[in-house]
């Protein structure tokens, strides 16, 4: 009945990990709103979250340490909370309302985004830690679908009406408090290899920097999607939730089936991930219609589904049990830095190559995306698969080759 309720608390915390990427549904709204203010001030909106998120995730490790994860985590659903409260008191009001709010929910983002996965790997082991990771990834994506959903029909009222879905954060503090164990959990002894692997390690660098170049060109998606969908005339702030709608559903589903994926496609899980995104990525840019958006959507939320918790998964275990939320505040604070430089980046190569297009964005995502999954096919081969990471199998007990 503890584990159960553990999990609640866990999974519910996790459903709300990117709530922040409903305002990409928006990004067009505002803009109209604030019609004086630069278009990278605009979605800073969107990207300030990924820049605190990259920060308190990369915190949380070593705070961790010092502090209990339930009071970390509190705070952090209560910042996003109260940032939610004010994008949709004060949004209107000023573009700096919107920002200093963006600012409180990156950093609810960011904890808890190390904190879900750190619980996972502090309550469970073996066969149910890897379970929880994609049930994880399952419900982060669930609760994205349902945010995106009701925040696009609340947008059609007034943009801002669609921070009402911050309210959300109340239940799920409620439960923290209940469910979520002050004290820290006994872990049973792992075997003498693996707690040799003392120390951060060059795996967990690698797989990092992979995870950084995934969230900086799958990133492209979202910070440009709303925009597109008006430049064609294709309908509204709706219509961009339900694209990202449908990235969180698939990415549920791809959550729900993660065991069996990953046991099918073994060592080629995160490259045939990111390929199925530039796949996605292209269609854009090749095809523009909106069926094609609707179909890079899908290719999206699979691709995401399949990559990140295989990634988290590697870091936390090529390293020993001390290391384990360092590890994975690494991974997780190199998906925010991704995110957030993403639109700096992307929009600089563009100005460069004068494309003045938003479907040249897709393109040139969807080219380095390739780049990225051949990157990590040779350093699968010639890093993870030569330097001591062995790990725990969810299955059986194995190499690096499964993975």
């Not at 009001?93 to 960011?110: D, H, N, R, Y």
């Not at 669609?162 to 792992?190: E, G, W």
């Not at 062995?390 to 299955?395: D, L």
Request: glycine share 8%; charged share 10%.
């Amino acid at each position: 009945m503890e584990n159960k309720r553990i999990k609640f608390a866990i999974l519910s915390i996790a459903s709300l990990l990117m709530i922040s990427l409903t305002a990409s549904s928006i990004l067009a709204d505002i803009k109209l709103h604030f019609s004086d203010v630069d278009e990278s001030v605009i979605q800073m909106v969107l990207t300030l979250p990924a820049l605190f998120g990259l920060i308190f995730a990369f915190l949380a490790g070593p705070l961790s340490n010092g502090i209990a994860k339930k009071n970390l985590v509190i705070f952090s659903l209560i910042s996003g909370l109260v940032g939610g409260l004010i994008a949709l008191v004060l949004g209107p009001m000023g573009i700096g309302f919107l920002l200093f709010s963006s600012a409180l929910i990156g950093i609810a983002q960011g904890i808890n985004a190390t904190m879900t996965m750190a619980l996972i790997t502090d309550y469970f082991t073996g066969e149910e830690s890897g379970a929880m990771m994609g049930l994880q990834s399952a419900f982060l994506n669930g609760g994205n679908m349902v945010l995106f959903f009701v925040s696009g029909l609340l947008a059609n009222i007034s943009w801002n009406y669609a921070y009402f879905v911050y309210f959300a954060f109340l239940p799920v503090l409620l439960i923290t408090i209940k469910y979520l164990p002050q004290d820290q959990p006994i872990q049973p002894n792992r075997n003498e290899h693996a707690d040799r692997r003392g120390k951060l390690n060059l795996s967990v660098y690698f797989i990092s920097f992979v995870i950084f170049l995934f969230g900086l060109f799958f990133f492209v998606f979202q910070t440009n999607i709303a925009l597109f969908v008006m430049d064609k005339g294709y309908g509204d702030a709706t219509l961009s939730g339900l694209l990202n709608t449908t990235i969180a559903a698939t990415g549920m589903v791809t959550g729900i089936w993660y065991g069996k994926i990953k046991q099918q496609l073994k060592g080629l899980t995160i490259p045939i991930g990111i390929i199925v995104v530039s796949f996605g990525m292209s269609l854009i840019y090749f095809s523009g219609l909106l069926p094609s958006l609707f179909v890079a959507s899908i290719c999206i939320g699979f691709g995401i589904g399949c990559v990140m918790p295989t990634g988290i998964f590697l870091a936390a275990n090529s390293v020993n049990k001390k290391k384990q939320s360092t590890a994975i505040a690494i991974v997780t604070a190199s998906i925010n830095l991704g995110m957030f430089t993403s639109p700096i980046i992307i929009n600089r190569i563009s100005q460069i190559m004068a494309a003045e297009s938003l479907s040249f964005k897709f393109f040139l995502s969807s080219i380095c995306l390739l780049l990225l999954a051949v990157l990590y096919f040779f350093g699968n081969h010639f890093i993870l698969k030569r330097h001591d990471t062995t790990i725990i199998k969810i299955k059986k007990p194995g190499n690096m080759d499964d993975y």
